[in-house]
């Protein structure tokens, strides 16, 4: 069983930075794909990026391309989302989330096993 926590979410203005760190235990962490998503008020859970176990592969929703990146840190059991010039819009509470398997399928949050409470980002405009 993994246990997944999120920190690093905030009020941050329009344009601005953060990264959010998702710390994980109980689990091997290293052979596991893991995700970040975001749910807005009144929206769906939406996937915003993924990393493969090795960090090899990653993959991001067109919305953040160019602005957010993922990485992982097995030593560390961490996983991180740096998100820079940051919009309205990305307002959300921001979850981890691990899948175990292959690199496939993790747009669906369906498809992952195991999930953080959340943390949440607010941008001001």
């Known amino acids: 069983q993994v246990q997944l926590v999120e920190s690093g979410g905030g009020l941050v203005q329009a344009g601005g930075s953060l990264r959010l760190s998702c710390a994980a235990s109980g689990g091997t962490f290293g052979y596991v794909v893991m995700g970040w998503f975001r749910q807005a008020p009144g929206k769906e859970r939406e996937f915003v990026a993924a990393?493969?176990?090795?960090?090899?592969?990653?993959s991001y929703t067109d919305s953040v391309k160019g602005r957010f990146t993922i990485s992982r840190d097995n030593a560390k059991n961490t996983v991180y989302l740096q998100m820079n010039s940051l919009k309205p819009e990305d307002t959300a509470v921001y979850y981890c989330a691990a899948k175990r398997g292959y690199f496939s399928n993790y747009q669906d949050p369906a498809m992952m096993n195991y999930w953080g409470k959340g943390t949440l980002v607010t941008v001001s405009s």
């Open positions: 990393i493969s176990w090795s960090g090899g592969g990653t």
